[in-house]
């Protein structure tokens, strides 16, 4: 069974630093584009990166503050988010995206930004 | 970007009644190879969202029949035949034709 699930939420200052973690069981996550969804409280979605192969792309919002990878040895994929606003605090899902769809999702890692 | 609309923004339905809820982007979503990027996700009270629909009107697996998708360029369609009280819960469109991948605001489904 594929599965996805995300680490390394929590509570960060405004300008502070974190870095969420996906491990991918059941699959490779080098052979599909992986994503990052995020959803703010009580609000939609929203598609934050995605990389695939070498090539990562990102919503404008978070270009130059987030970065998107993976480590094929240890079949994870990561986010990292600096320079953190309030507007950030939101669930991230690890998604993984197959002919354009997303059919796997994780359980959903809560990032809170706030002093 | 690429602006999905959805309609109506919640609704109330009756166990066994039909239920029908509008997507609109703002440019055509049919690419060159002849396939619309077009998907529906139903998220459950306190889940993660799950694809229902993929490509305007393919079910996705293990979803019932009771849901279909239609549509076209730029105007989409999901309908419930009939409303159980499992289908309660906020439906999202979405496109992946371009990036950034964008969603609908979402329609919350109640049941009656």
């Known amino acids: 069974e594929m599965q996805l699930l995300e680490s390394g939420g929590g509570l960060v200052q405004p300008g502070g630093s974190l870095r969420l973690s996906c491990a991918a069981s059941?699959?490779?996550?080098?052979?599909?584009?992986m994503n990052w969804v995020r959803q703010s409280p009580g609000k939609g979605l929203q598609w934050v990166s995605s990389i695939s192969g070498t090539s990562t792309f990102y919503t404008d919002s978070v270009k130059g503050r987030f970065t998107i990878s993976r480590d094929n040895s240890k079949n994870a994929l990561y986010l990292q988010m600096n320079t953190l606003r309030a507007e950030d605090t939101a669930v991230y899902y690890c998604?993984?995206?197959?002919?354009?769809?997303?059919?796997?999702w994780g359980q959903g890692a809560m990032v809170t930004v706030s002093s | 970007d690429i602006v999905m609309t959805q309609s109506p923004l919640s609704m109330s339905v009756t166990p066994g009644q039909p239920a029908s809820i509008s997507c609109k982007s703002t440019?055509?979503?049919?690419?060159?190879?002849?396939?619309?990027?077009f998907f529906w996700y139903l998220q459950k009270p306190g889940q993660s969202p799950q694809p229902l629909i993929y490509?305007?009107?393919y079910r996705f697996s293990g979803v019932p029949d009771r849901f279909s998708g239609s549509g076209s360029g730029t105007d989409f369609t999901l309908k419930i035949s009939r409303v159980e009280t499992d289908d309660v819960g906020v439906y999202y469109c979405m496109q992946s034709s371009q990036f950034p991948i964008t969603f609908g605001q979402g329609t919350r489904l109640e049941i009656k």
């Open positions: 059941g699959f490779s996550l080098n052979d599909y584009e």
């Open positions: 490509e305007v009107s």
């Open positions: 440019q055509s979503l049919l690419e060159s190879n002849g396939r619309t990027y």
């Open positions: 998604v993984k995206r197959r002919q354009r769809l997303f059919d796997i």
